[in-house]
């Protein structure tokens, strides 16, 4: 792979084993480097300048904007300058719009709404970010809808909250706002016994562990003038209470812009959809590329009694690059990915706690 910033070639220019690149969340991503200190020969890198990875295919592997450089000088002479980047999600952070207000109109619309407004390639302040009005979910009915002065982040967030929709941007332009990421299967699986055609080869390590701290199998959402829904699998609840106690497992969110039973339900059933499941996760290292964030990937590891192979969704990829004696960059990823259902067509990550500081 190559780095480029504001077009301009740097993969040379980098130092070896400082390079981080990392998505999570719902395609959240982030991208950290170390320059050499005799990078001075004219071609400078400032915040608020494109960045992106080439892989060696030609293809963009990763795509936002340098948010920070940080250059140190010892004894009057540079040491390196490291460079931050994070994902076009970034971009809405410092993006404000102005007073809006609405009566009786779906989530979704405003979302498109605003996306014409503030960000489509027709706007004159165009951040050149791709619009697609299949992209964007209905949503829920809200009564009214008023705003002022936040950020586009903020208030995607608070649209997206009122139904569990999450909204993202990909490496060309694209944006989503929907209820649902769809999964496409991975081309590799992970396969301890070396019978799968397509398993990874270099497969370093595999863990496996299980925790219930996001699980949960009944889900209460209340809204505005006391409005209240909730949405419970009776199946997972049978299930814990095998091990002993009710089985009740609870979640609750409190969200002031639902304003009808019917999109409070909504909300319950889709923020269960998540956290329902078996909370098994799996993590596991690898040189291979091509792994993406919501692949269905397959793992077959009797050890761990995972037979089939049995299928997981990958929910975070963090590479770091390895020296290989050549100018491109080549790179060691850790694989973590949640286990689901062999029928799953639509998967809704979990809220990783950067995005909740990042909102504050």
């Given at each position: 792979m190559k780095i480029y910033v504001n077009g301009v070639d740097l993969t040379d220019k980098t130092i070896s084993g400082t390079v981080v690149?990392?998505?999570?969340?719902?395609?959240?991503?982030?991208?950290?480097?170390?320059?050499?200190?005799?990078?001075?020969?004219g071609v400078s890198v400032s915040y608020g300048m494109r960045a992106y990875l080439e892989d060696d295919y030609g293809s963009i592997a990763w795509a936002g904007i340098v948010t920070g450089v940080n250059e140190v000088y010892r004894n009057e002479s540079r040491s390196g300058i490291t460079v931050r980047c994070k994902g076009y999600e970034a971009v809405l952070s410092h993006r404000f719009c102005g007073e809006y207000s609405t009566l009786d109109t779906n989530t979704g619309a405003i979302a498109r709404t605003l996306f014409l407004i503030y960000l489509a390639t027709?706007?004159?302040?165009?951040?050149?970010?791709?619009?697609?009005?299949?992209?964007?979910?209905?949503?829920?009915?809200?009564?009214?809808?008023?705003?002022?002065?936040?950020?586009?982040?903020?208030?995607?967030?608070?649209?997206?909250?009122?139904?569990?929709?999450?909204w993202w941007i990909r490496e060309n332009g694209t944006f989503f706002f929907l209820n649902g990421i769809n999964i496409t299967e991975a081309m590799y699986c992970v396969d301890i016994t070396n019978t799968e055609p397509n398993r990874i080869t270099d497969l370093m390590s595999l863990e496996i562990s299980k925790d219930m701290s996001d699980y949960r199998n009944v889900q209460t959402v209340y809204g505005a003038n006391g409005i209240r829904s909730e949405s419970t699998n009776t199946i997972m609840i049978n299930g814990m209470a095998s091990y002993g106690g009710s089985g009740r497992y609870e979640g609750v969110m409190h969200n002031s812009l639902i304003t009808s039973e019917g999109a409070a339900t909504t909300a319950a059933v889709n923020i269960?959809?998540?956290?329902?499941?078996?909370?098994?996760?799996?993590?596991?290292?690898?040189?291979?590329?091509?792994f993406q964030l919501f692949d269905r990937v397959r793992i077959n590891a009797p050890q761990f009694g995972l037979y089939g192979p049995t299928p997981f969704i990958i929910t975070e990829i963090t590479a770091k690059d390895r020296a290989t004696g050549d100018r491109n960059l080549a790179f060691e990823y850790k694989i973590k990915a949640k286990i689901s259902s062999e029928g799953e067509t639509t998967f809704r990550p979990t809220e990783y706690w950067t995005e909740t500081i990042a909102r504050i």
């Open positions: 690149w990392r998505r999570y969340g719902t395609f959240r991503s982030e991208l950290s480097f170390r320059l050499e200190p005799q990078f001075s020969d027709t706007s004159q302040t165009s951040e050149g970010f791709l619009y697609n009005p299949d992209l964007f979910s209905g949503g829920v009915p809200l009564e009214s809808y008023y705003v002022k002065g936040k950020s586009l982040a903020k208030v995607f967030d608070e649209l997206g909250e009122a139904d569990g929709s999450k269960l959809r998540s956290y329902s499941n078996d909370n098994v996760e799996a993590s596991f290292l690898t040189n291979t590329y091509g």
